[in-house]
């Protein structure tokens, strides 16, 4: 979790201002209609740009933790 602000504060400004809408969007639906769910880890996957938010959904808790924020070609790694 510290390592997602992390990276959400060394975004670009424009690019850090559609991640965090597209992160406060997840609080009314934490499965949007462009989440994907991974495979080779759990959780969900967003695409804003060519940004990656990779983060877990519990529904029961209503909690959304965001794992991991970076460039696409860096997420998987």
């Known amino acids: 979790m ?3 602000k992390k990276s959400l504060r060394l975004l670009p ?3 850090r201002s559609k ?3 597209t992160i406060d969007r997840l609080a009314t639906n934490p499965f949007p ?3 994907k769910k991974l495979t080779a880890q759990p959780g969900y996957r967003l695409r804003v740009g060519i940004y990656r938010i990779l983060y877990i959904a519990n529904t029961k808790a209503n909690l959304i933790t965001i794992v991991r924020i970076a460039h696409r070609k860096d ?3």
């Open 13 to 15: 400004g424009s690019d």
């Open 2 to 4: 510290l390592k997602a």
């Open 19 to 21: 991640v965090i809408s």
């Open 75 to 77: 997420i998987y790694r």
């Open 33 to 35: 209609r462009n989440c």
